[in-house]
């Protein structure tokens, strides 16, 4: 779980990204396409066209981190283009996005679980 100041805002780009990109690829589209600082401390996530494949980007004052998730089933609620490039969100609906809860219908998105191992008869 991500603890994030409400200081702090979240960009998310509305277009795929190649998630083969790391540190310099995503902090060029940060500042080149979406025209946003990545030096501000600010999250800015990507996912790629299937939308199970996402990740953030956030510098932290001394270097950029990147966190990725991949869905082993389902796909993340990405809002759709609209004309805009990217569009923020909070901290609490990135939480949501990630957690697998579908804004438009309020309702939990299938997602992958391990089958629980049977413990062995004694």
Not at 46 to 73: C, I, P, Q, T
Not at 87 to 94: A, F, G, N, P, W
Not at 111 to 121: D, I, Q
């Amino acid at each position: 779980m991500l603890t994030l100041p409400p200081s702090v805002r979240i960009f998310l780009a509305l277009e795929p990204a190649d998630m083969r990109q790391s540190f310099d690829g995503l902090c060029a589209l940060a500042r080149d396409v979406r025209s946003l600082d990545p030096f501000a401390g600010h999250l800015f996530a990507f996912a790629n066209r299937r939308h199970d494949m996402l990740k953030v980007l956030v510098w932290d004052r001394s270097g950029f981190a990147l966190y990725a998730k991949r869905l082993e089933r389902g796909r993340f609620d990405w809002p759709s283009p609209a004309g805009k490039a990217s569009v923020e969100m909070t901290s609490r609906e990135l939480m949501a996005l990630l957690e697998g809860l579908d804004a438009s219908s309020g309702t939990w998105r299938r997602r992958y679980a391990r089958p629980v191992a049977e413990a062995a008869p004694q």
